[in-house]
């Protein structure tokens, strides 16, 4: 005969749920978003009300329950207010501004780009385009999705590639002295004949230029 959860035990199997979705509001926030947030706070909250309930049948819990209850609401809040934050000071990637006329991401993926985009790159779509021998020097592909592109002999010293995709990109004889690598992704990359510091434990194809040695095209 199956019987029912009572005391602590079933308190904990009430309460499993919209904790676990309170870290999904965290994680939604992050893969879709502030929107994504604002959805699964809303779910969460559902799930509050049906684990309410339930220990409302008890009536020797409510107090409890209620103190609960708002303490989980006042943690969704909390994560929601926290990305709103994030996003109005532009610390998410995906409300970064980018150096275009009416602040809209550049697409160039799969594109050649030409010396007269070079200001434009920030933030950019660049996946699998194709910058080699371009004079990068001094300017932002900060925060720029480029996995797959090709930078070969491309002039990236003093660049800011902070936080830029560079999955698997071709980066071969460029020259990155001086560039700004914080946050960025450089897993795959092609890093043969180049000038770059690659961060300890990135996997990386071929060997760049030992220290005090600089690509040809370093100026």
């Known amino acids: 005969m199956s ?5 602590p035990k079933r308190l904990v199997s009430v309460w499993s749920g919209p904790a676990v979705a309170v870290v999904l509001v965290a994680v939604a926030g992050q893969v879709f978003g502030l929107l994504g947030a604002v959805l699964a706070a809303g779910c969460t909250a559902a799930a509050l009300l049906f684990a309410a309930a339930e220990i409302f049948t008890s009536a020797t819990r409510r107090r409890s329950a209620a103190v609960a209850a708002v303490a ?6 909390a994560v929601v207010a926290i ?5 109005w000071q532009g610390a ?19 594109q050649r780009i030409v010396a007269g985009d070079v200001d434009g790159l920030r933030g950019a779509l660049l996946a699998g385009a194709d910058l080699s021998g371009l004079d990068l020097r001094g300017r932002s592909l900060a925060g720029a999705d480029a996995p797959g592109a090709v930078l070969r002999n491309a002039n990236l010293e003093g660049a800011s590639l902070r936080g830029a995709v560079l999955r698997g990109a071709d980066l071969r ?3 990155l002295d001086g560039s700004d690598l914080t946050g960025a992704d ?7 004949g180049a000038t770059i510091t690659v961060p300890e434990g990135t996997p990386v194809s ?14």
Do not use: H, K
């Not at 989980?72 to 809040?77: D, E, G, I, L, Y």
């Not at 450089?186 to 043969?192: H, K, R, S, Y």
């Open 3 to 7: 019987t029912t959860p009572t005391g």
């Open 72 to 77: 989980a609401v006042a943690a969704v809040a």
């Open 83 to 87: 990305m709103a934050i994030f996003a």
């Open 92 to 110: 998410l990637p995906w409300t970064q501004e980018v150096d275009r006329p009416g602040g809209t991401t550049a697409d160039y993926r799969g």
């Open 173 to 175: 004889g460029a020259c």
């Open 186 to 192: 450089l897993t795959g990359a092609q890093v043969d």
């Open 206 to 219: 071929g060997s760049p230029l030992s220290v005090g040695e600089r690509a040809l095209n370093c100026r």
